[in-house]
């Protein structure tokens, strides 16, 4: 178990909430084989449970079952990668005592990402009435990209938050570990938060629950090396402080990055986050100015972005270049790129 949290799980317990299971791994496990257990779980919190600001119950991930087609290691191609939905996904199980003032009260697409409904339009282009379920199946498999999440069980510090920062007693989704079997024919994955230069680091994401899952599920980061070269012909170095800078060195501000065990190499890269806050701090990142310096050079303009530079002020003064709000336009030509794999021209 990650991020082990005995007061939120006491809670539970303090306040009756029927069918907890213990807090370990194995107990949740075998608990959610049941859906009865799992959702009686739910409308006893439900019930229980009115106080602003409450830690959680115990969740199942709401899609990893449902959708498990979508996992698809013979599918080919990319893995995109998430964590674990927000609470507002309660509003779709036809749960009982709803609506409660812990959970989020917006009814998204049942679906992973469904409160980030933008997501699917960068990589696919899928806006309003386009934004159905089979829709998004559909594109996925045309561009054999399977789909997952890090976390199979988890509790929420505060349950109607959904920053990554609140997930504990959390269980790992080990079946991501064999994209590495060689019948795996996925190729690469994709992460919409983290980054090479965080991956060792303790804060939670999408990317720090995959290193868990080397760590937990498939023996530890000794099996494992890394390299920051574009087309992952190295040279590789071991997973600690010192290889990890050694790889940064080689990607030099890009994104992709790339492990090898001793049967297999996946590519990986790090999609700017779809987050309308990201928006913010995106301007100022390596790979964004990139970017910029790949559109000026396409457009046959010499004067070029330079790292001390102001980007917004660079930016204002290239209006022709950029067709739509910058952060947006550049998130949506990234990651068509990564799809139909061009990325490395930036």
């Known amino acids: 178990m990650r991020r082990p949290d005995q007061m939120i799980y006491n809670f539970l317990i303090a306040n009756g909430i029927a069918n907890t299971p213990a807090c370990n791994d194995a107990a949740i496990q075998a608990w ?16 229980n449970v009115l106080a602003h600001d409450a830690p959680g119950p115990i969740e199942k991930h709401p899609y990893l079952d449902t959708y498990e087609a979508d996992f698809d290691l013979q599918h080919g191609g990319f893995l995109l990668l998430g964590t674990f939905p927000p609470s507002s996904y309660f509003n779709n199980l036809g749960l009982a005592n709803l609506p409660n003032p812990n959970i989020q009260n917006n009814i998204p ?85 983290g980054s090479l230069r965080t991956f060792l680091g303790n804060n939670t994401s999408a990317l720090t629950g995959f290193r ?82 790949y559109k000026l050079t396409a457009n046959g303009i010499q004067a070029l972005l330079g790292m001390n530079d102001n980007v917004r002020e660079f930016l204002h003064n290239h209006p022709g270049i950029f067709t739509n709000t910058p952060t947006q336009q550049y998130r949506r030509e990234v990651y068509q790129m990564v799809l139909n794999g061009t990325i490395n021209q930036i």
């Not at 996925?140 to 997930?167: E, G, N, P």
């Not at 190295?234 to 090898?260: E, F, K």
């Open 32 to 47: 959610g084989l049941n859906l009865i257990n799992v959702y009686e779980h739910y409308n006893s919190y439900l019930q």
């Open 109 to 193: 697409t049942h679906y992973y990402y469904g409160n980030t409904a933008v997501l699917w339009d960068y990589l696919f282009g899928l806006q309003g009435l386009e934004l159905t379920i089979p829709a998004i199946r559909s594109v996925l498999k045309k561009h054999q990209v399977s789909i997952s999440d890090v976390f199979s069980y988890a509790q929420r510090r505060v349950m109607r938050k959904a920053d990554d920062a609140q997930y504990r007693n959390i269980v790992l989704n080990c079946r991501i570990g064999e994209v590495f079997q060689p019948s795996s024919k996925i190729h690469t994955l994709l992460f919409t938060s």
């Open 212 to 293: 868990w899952i080397l760590e937990d599920c498939l023996d530890g980061l000794s099996h494992f090396t890394i390299s920051g070269s574009q087309d992952g012909n190295g040279p590789y170095h071991p997973i600690n402080p010192q290889g990890v800078q050694a790889a940064l060195l080689q990607q030099d501000g890009g994104i992709i990055w790339w492990l090898r065990s001793s049967s297999k190499q996946i590519r990986i890269i790090n999609l700017p986050s779809p987050a309308g806050n990201a928006a913010i701090r995106m301007p100022n990142t390596p790979f964004f100015r990139k970017w910029v310096n």
